[in-house]
């Protein structure tokens, strides 16, 4: 990418997927400002860069005037801002919609050129789920702000980091049984971080991405079963106890289970699996952008050994690529 783009602002860019954007447009030679709720958490980011060239600062999303000076001079603004579960004030659709519209607009006020809304795969204006919904609203918002904007729509997001794998390996090395919501028929097409930064980058490197929608997803689809059975093969427990549940259990589970600390399920996340969450095939994708999709096999024994029996330096299940 060279130096075309001398000051970006990463929204959410301190979180799973925003650190890896920034750690690479800082290799740019770009100047990045990372605006945050909590900036102090975001100041490891600085070591990304130069001194200085890493910026956190604060901002409220809600505020039109903060947003406003957070994007002072930027040529290009990335918004990855995502909630999973709805707390507080922060409601999906004052996230995944208002804020995004309120970022698009004040981008566009302030003379960037580019433009990367960050969505989800299962974006759908006519989902049940609220968090479908409201990712379809604010696309709908930013494009209406920014017609340039272009929109990636990443599947399950996998890496060292991520919320899924490590969170059923965590409760495949605790519990004594995982759940199988739905029966564990949703289709999946988890996708690595590395390409989906890689993807903001070529998406903004050329003209062709102006105005397009990607949908992000790996190079295979798997069942959420087979997905579970993969996580419990790599931590060596490839016999592990699943319980197949119905979504309508499922559902009155989520609704007890998100009145917890961390929210460990929600009804809304329940509607989610309702739906595969799969690339249609109709709009382009990361092979697209020049990026060869890597598979979960390859990143993902990497980094969930530290869940293994007799720890790190002990094997996976024979049955681990299953």
């Known amino acids: 990418m060279g130096n075309r783009y001398s000051n970006a602002v990463v929204f959410g860019g301190s979180g799973f997927i925003g650190r890896y954007i920034v750690r690479r ?5 770009a100047r990045v400002v990372v605006p945050s ?41 990335v918004n990855l801002i995502g909630i999973l579960a709805p707390s507080g004030r922060n409601s999906f659709d004052a996230v995944q919609h208002q804020a995004a519209a309120r970022i698009a607009r004040a981008a566009k006020a302030a003379g960037a050129k580019r433009f990367v809304q960050v969505s989800a795969l299962g974006a759908d204006a006519g989902s049940n789920s609220s968090y479908a919904r409201s990712k379809a609203e604010g696309e709908k918002a930013v494009l209406a702000a920014f017609p340039e904007a272009t ?50 980058l070529a998406a ?6 102006q105005g397009r929608t990607y949908e992000l997803a790996g190079p295979r689809r798997y069942s959420f079963k087979e997905l579970m059975q993969f996580t419990v093969n790599q ?25 917890l600390p961390g929210k460990p399920l ?13 690339a249609g095939g109709t709009l ?22 530290k869940f293994r029996i007799g720890g790190r330096f002990s094997q996976p299940s024979d049955k681990a690529a299953s």
């Open 151 to 200: 929109i990636l729509r990443p599947s399950v997001v996998f890496g060292p980091d991520d919320q899924f794998f490590n969170r059923f390996a965590a409760m495949g090395a605790g519990l004594p049984c995982l759940p199988l919501i739905g029966g564990g028929r949703t289709l999946m097409q988890p996708v690595y971080v590395g390409d989906v930064a890689d993807a903001v």
């Open 266 to 278: 929600t009804a809304d996340q329940v509607e989610l699996l309702k739906v595969d969450n799969v």
């Open 37 to 77: 709720r909590h900036p102090g958490q975001a100041a490891y980011l600085r070591s990304a860069g130069d001194v200085g060239q890493v910026l956190p600062i604060a901002i409220d999303i809600n505020d039109d005037q903060s947003v406003a000076t957070a994007v002072a001079g930027a040529d290009l603004v």
């Open 284 to 305: 382009p994708g990361l092979a697209d952008l020049g990026i060869e999709a890597k598979a979960i096999e390859v990143i993902v024994p990497t980094y969930l050994d």
């Open 235 to 259: 931590i060596g427990r490839p016999g592990k106890c699943m319980i197949s549940l119905g979504f309508g259990l499922s559902s009155l589970l989520g609704s007890f289970l998100q009145l």
């Open 25 to 29: 447009l800082a290799k740019t030679g």
């Open 204 to 209: 903004v490197e050329g003209e062709g991405a």
